[in-house]
């Protein structure tokens, strides 16, 4: 069983920073890319930044140039930088990661966290 745990939320004002983290832990053989996802109220849940097992990134237009997101392979760890922060990245942070398991290396299953809160105060 593999478990994604978050950390690393919480409340800071408009102009803030804050960095998540997400540690994956259990029978992991090798993990693909780890993403970043966020869900606001009443909104659809929306992929925010992704990086690859080969260390490529991608965000969306949103955050470019606010957020980071970086791993550390050796600890099975995502994180996500966020800098500059506005009320609108208010929201739920959830990871997610696809990842293969010591059970089953030859198949990559997706994995997410319980999702942790960002609020930003204007």
């Known amino acids: 069983q593999v478990q994604l745990v978050e950390s690393g939320g919480g409340l800071v004002q408009a102009g803030g920073s804050l960095r998540l983290s997400c540690a994956a832990s259990?029978?992991?053989?090798?993990?693909?890319?780890m993403n970043w996802y966020r869900q606001a109220p009443g909104k659809q849940r929306e992929l925010v930044a992704t990086?690859?097992?080969?260390?490529?990134?991608n965000y969306v237009d949103s955050v470019k140039g606010r957020f980071t997101i970086s791993r550390d392979n050796a600890k099975n760890t995502v994180y996500l930088q966020m800098n500059s922060l506005k009320a609108e990245d208010t929201a739920v942070y959830y990871c997610?990661?696809?990842?293969?398991?010591?059970?089953?290396?030859?198949?990559?299953?997706?994995?997410w966290g319980q999702g942790t809160q960002v609020t930003v105060s204007s």
């Open positions: 990086i690859t097992s080969g260390g490529r990134t």
């Open positions: 997610n990661a696809g990842v293969r398991t010591m059970v089953t290396p030859l198949f990559e299953y997706d994995y």
């Open positions: 259990g029978s992991i053989s090798s993990i693909n890319a």
